[in-house]
Every structure is written in C-alpha cells, then in structure tokens.
C-alpha cells in the first residue's frame, strides 16, 4: 500500500533535496507566477465581453483553492517526511473538494447563459410577459421553482457541508491522528515515518473520494451531454470540455498510485496526489490560459476590423464617389446574406472584405435584415442583447412623437404621445441597460449609465421595484454566482409566445417625465454598442456567412460537374 505523500516507513524524517523533489519546487513556483500572471490579465480586461459573460469571480475563486492544494503536493517529494501525519488529509479534504464544487458550479453557468441567451434568437428585442404559473406543492417541486442562483447555491452548499462535515467526522473518530480517542483499533504503530506512512491512506479517505466522483463522473459528464449542441465562437465550449475530460483520470489513478503496489517506483517521482494535479493543471489552461487569448484575439480581430475601414475609407476618399461606394456595399452584403453562388468571385476581392466590414455595411443589415446576426450573437457570441437592444432603439426613434422635436407643448396630446415614448424607452432601459434589472446589461461606459441612470433609474425602480443592489459587470466587488436576474427556466421558456401581452401594454409610469428626456437619450450608448458589434460580432458573423457562402458554391459546382 502506497502513501499520499509518496514516503515510506524507511524513509528519513529529513528534507529531500534530490534533483527530483527540486524540479517538482521549481516547477511549483514557474507556474504559479505563469497562473497569477494569467489571472492578473483577465482582471485587468475583465470588462471584455467573453470575460464578463463568463463571471470571473466563480472561476477564479476556484482556481485558487485548487492551485493550493496543487501547489502542496508539488513540494511533497521535498518535505513530505516533515509534514504531520494529517496535514495532506486536511489539505485534499478541505481545499480541493472545495475548489472542484465551485469549480463545476462555475461550469455550468455555461449552460445558464446559452438558454438564456436563447429569447434573444427567438423574440429579438420584443419585450414579452412571462406567465405565470401556480407553485406547485412539495420540496422537489419548490426546489425546481428556484432561481438558477438559489439552485446552485443550494446544491453546492450542501456538497461543501457535507464534505466539511464528513471530514471533521473521519478526523474525530479514527485513532490514525490522535490515539486518546476515537474508534478502538484504528490506531497506527510504528516508528514515527511508519505511522505516517499509515496516515497517508485508509478508509477515512473515502468520502472526499466519492466526492470527487460525483463532481467528475456525474455533474461534468451531464454539463458536456447538455452542451452537446452549443457552438460558441468565444472558446467557452472547448474550455467546458477540456476541463471535464481533464477530470475524468484523476481520482482513479490516484486510487491506483495508492493501492496497487506494482506503482510503488513511479510514487517515487510522481506522487499519488500528482494526477489529480495533473488535472488541476490542465483546468488552469483551459479556465485561466484560454480566455487570455481569446481577449488577446479579440483585440487583435479589432485592430484588424478597424483597419480594414481605414483601408476603405481612404479608397472611398481618394475615387471621390461616396454614393457608388455605398451602393457597391450593400449590393455586397445583399449577396452574402442570400447566399448565392454567384457571390464567390466578387467577396474574395480585398475590396469587397473591407467594404463590408465598414459600419455601412453594419447598419445596411440592421435595417434590413438583423435576423440572422441576431441569431448569431445570440446562439454564437452571447451577446444577442446588443442586436436588441439596437433594433429595439431603431424602433423606438421611428416612433418618437414630432411634439419631442420642437419646443415645450401645453397640448393634452402632445402630453399623451410623450409620455408613451418616455414608458417605451423606459422598458428598453429596464431590459438592456439596468443592472438591477436587465438580464445582461450592456457594455457601456460609467459616464453613458450614469446619463441614463438619472432619467430611468428611479422610474424603473418605481414599476419594477429594487431587484438588485450589486453591478453584475464588476465581478470582484461582490461575490456572485448567477447573471443579475431570476432565470428563464423551461417552464417559464414554455410560457412565452408571439401572441403573449406585452409588458409595455400592461405596465405605465405615470409620474412625472424626467426634463433630461429626449430622442437622443439613447444616441450616445446606441454608437458604444454599434463600435462594439462593429469590431467583434460584425467580423465573426461576416467571416461565417462567407465561409457558408463557400461550401453552398462548392457544393452547387460539385452538382453542376455531376
């Protein structure tokens, strides 16, 4: 029977400074600055949109229990013989259980965001009521009731008591670690590095065994089924994946490293504890490593964007035919949004690339046909509120009253048409913009929400009443584990159709309309959105549709030849 720590009973109760135990600290201490360096970058760029969707604050503090336990069993081969006898007990059963529960926990917000990103592809920006429905009686019936917030602090609260208290109880009573108490006949004899060398394994270790089980071989297993048909562009699928997949080794080598005793020369180098590290390792990659560089990307496909209008527009200046251009232009984006063969020749020109990347092109789109690049910020890139929320703001400026443009009015009518403007905006504010209510808030600046706050905020506040007290985009101020709002469960998924009442038609603020409230209240957050979609979504949605346009025009050359 092998040992936690990889000692034996004849060994020295002394450091080990041999080349092996010295790789393994040199190590420990190379990727924990490569690991902080890592998380120091996401907090920088936290405000980034594949880093705000994600919810740093779960992950991270995950990562960080975990890389203690990883970062103890790395000097274990230096001072393991010098560590007391339950100090890797209490290491692997406090830390690491805690860390792989958050760690999963954080997982399956993957999930959460996907399905609640879905109103965006199927509704766009209408605003509709969810019904509501008669609770149910009876605990699993109320539990389903739950918040996605409430459930998962829920079932993480009673995993991490479980395990704590579990534990704590192992501890109590087995003689291993204290021999004036406990159960008769579990004490341990020996010289000192015997009894320690005991200490490193047995049945008290079970129960944080079968917790990391189930956290590895059920809950990881069921997120990777249900995000089976999930395609991201912002690399969260893959990094699910591979974390789940790194999971799945761990506990059963570690088992093996510890029972079978033909593993005895590998514990010499690669202590049991090592494959659970080895899947630590492997999940910093992927939760720390991984969106490092898809913000690096970002930056980079923004840079590029941008300079591929300044390239148009100094083609545009030097010809001198704006108008043609601009026909030219959406002639181009008509193609590629229809799809055509035809298209192929004319959108593998450098001109035709950066001419529809330009904001023309962006708003020709908007206008016309947001649909598909709705769907695809939605279901690709998360972000389906941006497209919302600028469709939502082009219709709501078609219908702002003429009484808005010109000076005060006394008229009952004017009055009337006003106020229906102002409660319109008002249920754009509350979808999009509020952090107390909106369920992604968009990525504006502090001066533009602060400018909005003061002519919604108290309104809103007033009909839909103080939902929140925290920003959802500042992960670190306080501890959070969901998006802002209650979750669109699937009930609730059910009860939403085309035919519902809309809110706007049913709620009205009849106070007092703000004198800061004008058809320009929006103009200033609707160019931060469209500059935003314009150097992220807008690239990635034109690089698909041509790449679509491609294999059609492969396929129908294919047929043609046949």
């Not at 041999?18 to 040199?26: E, K, L, M, Q, Y």
């Not at 970062?71 to 690491?96: N, R, S």
């Not at 001109?351 to 206008?367: K, N």
């Not at 101020?477 to 038609?505: G, H, M, Q, V, Y």
Request: charged letters at 15%; hydrophobic letters at 45%.
């Amino acid at each position: 029977m092998g040992s936690e720590l990889g000692i034996t009973a004849s060994d020295a109760e002394l450091i080990d400074l041999s080349p092996v135990s010295i790789w393994w600290a040199t190590w420990a201490c190379v990727w924990t600055v490569c690991v902080l360096l890592g998380v120091t970058y996401l907090i920088i760029n936290r405000n980034a949109q594949t880093l705000r969707i994600r919810g740093l604050t779960l992950s991270l503090s995950s990562i960080g229990l975990l890389h203690l336990y990883w970062a103890v069993c790395q000097f274990a081969t230096m001072i393991g013989a010098l560590l007391p006898g339950d100090c890797q007990y209490w290491v692997m059963g406090i830390f690491l259980p805690l860390g792989i529960s958050l760690f999963h926990a954080s997982s399956t917000r993957f999930l959460h965001v996907a399905n609640l990103q879905k109103k965006y592809a199927q509704y766009g920006h209408h605003l509709f009521e969810i019904s509501p429905e008669k609770p149910k009686s009876g605990l699993i019936n109320r539990f389903r009731a739950l918040s996605y917030n409430a459930k998962i602090l829920t079932v993480v609260g009673i995993g991490m008591f479980a395990q704590i208290f579990l534990t704590v109880l192992m501890w109590v009573i087995s003689r291993k670690w204290h021999s004036s108490w406990g159960i008769p006949g579990t004490e341990v004899h020996g010289t000192v590095m015997a009894q320690k060398t005991a200490q490193g394994s047995g049945w008290e270790w079970w129960p944080g065994v079968a917790y990391q089980l189930f956290w590895a071989w059920i809950v990881a297993p069921f997120v990777l089924w249900k995000s089976r048909h999930i395609q991201d562009t912002q690399g969260w699928r893959t990094q699910t994946i591979g974390c789940a997949l790194a999971n799945l080794h761990g506990t059963p080598m570690w088992l093996i490293g510890l029972y079978v005793p033909a593993m005895a020369p590998v514990n010499a180098v690669w202590v049991p504890p090592q494959w659970i590290c080895l899947s630590i390792w492997i999940m910093e990659i992927f939760t720390v490593f991984v969106p490092c560089y898809e913000v690096w990307r970002s930056h980079t496909l923004r840079k590029e964007t941008l300079d591929s209008i300044a390239r148009w527009e100094l083609k545009v200046k030097s010809s001198g035919s704006d108008e043609k251009s601009l026909n030219s232009t959406s002639t181009m984006v008509d193609s590629l949004m229809s799809g055509w063969k035809s298209t192929n020749d004319t959108i593998k020109t450098t001109d035709s690339r950066d001419s529809v990347l330009t904001m023309h092109a962006l708003e020709h789109v908007l206008d016309r046909n947001p649909g598909p690049l709705q769907k695809f910020s939605a279901l690709r890139e998360f972000s389906g509120e941006n497209i919302a929320f600028l469709t939502a703001v082009s219709d709501w400026k078609r219908s702002v009253p003429a009484a808005m443009l010109g000076g005060p009015s006394e008229n009952a009518q004017d009055k009337t048409a006003i106020r229906e403007c102002f409660n319109r905006a008002l249920h754009i504010y509350a979808e999009f913009i509020s952090v107390r209510h909106a369920n992604f808030p968009l990525n504006i600046s502090s001066q533009d929400m602060a400018t909005l706050d003061a002519v919604f905020d108290k309104p809103t506040q007033l009909l839909y009443g103080e939902e929140r007290e925290m920003n959802p985009v500042s992960p670190f101020d306080k501890f959070t584990f969901d998006l802002p709002s209650p979750a669109l469960t699937e009930s609730s998924e059910k009860a939403i159709n085309p035919s519902t009442t809309e809110i706007r038609n049913l709620v009205q603020f009849w106070g007092k309309v703000p004198e800061e409230f004008a058809g320009s209240v929006f103009d200033d957050a609707e160019k931060s959105i469209k500059y935003l979609v314009l150097t992220n979504t807008w690239p990635k949605f034109i690089k698909e549709r041509r790449t679509s346009v491609e294999s059609a025009g492969s396929i129908q050359s294919d047929a043609t030849a046949v």
